[in-house]
């Protein structure tokens, strides 16, 4: 399986990217993929994102020495996503009152999606606004520029906030899967090109296969609508991209 990632800051934006993303194994035949958009109208949105990835790759870290040691345990893949968002849930808030920040500094979106190899099954969990892409098949997560996030929701208890968290999608047979930003829609002509040709981003991004030869894949897709077509996205842009 060949995984692909691209981090690229909006051309709308100039200090600080406000996108993340995380790829972290769980032990030998999971792996968590996590991408996530901070409120550009909030307070150091990169910073929120940002925390984020790391809060999560310390969570999963633990799940998997946790899982050393309950080898005889079969939780179920989304039993399991749970457990990593509770905790994720659980030190998000220590550190929201251990260094006393406001909520407008925690708001970020949280795509984030957990695969097990050996059972060839997935599940991806939406937390505000994104874009998935199941072998084919582009589900928009979409609240109308107000998502929905986590950061609101630290104050309540976690298994009501979780069990209404509806934007979850299912899948087996992994063939080609991506999760994205909504920076992925923000693509706009900033020069002028040769090239007259119509191309649809989502699908050019998350389902056409060119190039993926190389580990720059995403990367190179962009360079290629930049200079080709003379598009970028004006918006922050995480991709996460798994091809089998």
């Not at 981090?7 to 030998?28: A, M, P, R, V």
């Not at 109208?41 to 020495?65: C, N, P, Q, W």
């Not at 360079?223 to 995480?238: F, M, N, R, S």
């Amino acid at each position: 399986m060949n995984l692909y990632s691209t981090l690229h800051i909006g051309d709308y934006h100039i200090n600080h990217c406000e996108d993340d993303f995380l790829i972290k194994k769980i032990g030998s035949d999971k792996i968590v993929c996590a991408i996530m958009d901070g409120c550009s109208t909030a307070m150091d949105s990169h910073f929120a994102s940002t925390l984020i990835k790391k809060i999560l790759r310390k969570v999963i870290i633990e799940a998997g020495y946790k899982a050393l040691y309950k080898k005889d345990s079969q939780d179920s893949l989304e039993e399991e996503l749970r457990e990593i968002i509770r905790g994720l849930f659980k030190e998000l808030l220590f550190v929201k009152n251990h260094l006393m920040l406001d909520e407008k500094e925690l708001l970020t979106t949280l795509t984030i999606l957990l695969y097990e190899n050996t059972t060839d099954n997935g599940i991806v969990l939406t937390i505000g606004d994104g874009i998935v892409c199941i072998n084919g098949s582009i589900t928009e997560f979409d609240r109308n520029n107000k998502p929905d996030y986590l950061a609101y929701h630290l104050h309540e208890n976690f298994e009501d906030w979780y069990s209404a968290q509806s934007q979850k999608i299912f899948f087996d047979h992994l063939k080609d899967v991506s999760i994205a930003t909504d920076g992925i829609l923000s693509f706009s002509k900033i020069k002028k090109t040769d090239s007259d040709e119509v191309i649809n981003f989502m699908e050019y991004l998350m389902i056409d296969q060119k190039n993926n030869e190389t580990e720059d894949m995403l990367n190179r897709k962009l360079k290629q609508l930049e200079h080709q077509y003379g598009v970028k996205p004006t918006d922050d842009l995480a991709i996460i991209r798994m091809i089998r």
